[in-house]
């Protein structure tokens, strides 16, 4: 509502996943309330099994992993890793196991869309 005050014309989609899943069925129930598209929500781990694979967007809000290890899905995370480099999510590098939420983010940053820019060179 906030954003439509602030630009009419503006289109908002809510996408997600959610590995709890009671939340991720609290969403879903809440997406319904308000009319949104509950197929954009998904459930599982967003950092072993990535289900908006492909897509990009301009806004992203996120509740890391904080103090989480990603240990129990290591071997799915160094496949990745090691298969896609760079054309994947982890190409820079993997943190320590111990270090869930910088593996986070570095899933937030492979799902920016560029930025494009008016003008010319």
């Not at 991720?24 to 990535?50: F, H, P, R, W």
């Not at 799915?76 to 910088?102: M, N, T």
Request: with cysteine; net charge negative; aromatic share 8%.
């Amino acid at each position: 509502e906030y954003v439509l005050e602030l630009n009419p014309d503006a289109v908002m989609r809510t996408y997600g996943q959610e590995l709890n899943p009671e939340s991720y069925a609290i969403c879903k129930a809440d997406m319904l309330i308000k009319g949104q598209e509950v197929n954009n929500i998904k459930l599982g781990n967003t950092l072993s099994s990535d289900q908006l694979a492909g897509e990009q967007f301009d806004y992203m809000l996120s509740n890391p992993p904080f103090g989480v290890d990603w240990k129990k899905i290591s071997g799915e995370i160094k496949d990745e890793h090691e298969q896609k480099g760079f054309d994947g999510r982890f190409g820079a590098g993997l943190p320590r196991v111990s270090d869930g939420s910088l593996l986070f983010l570095m899933h937030l940053l492979s799902k920016m869309r560029p930025i494009v820019s008016n003008e010319q060179s």
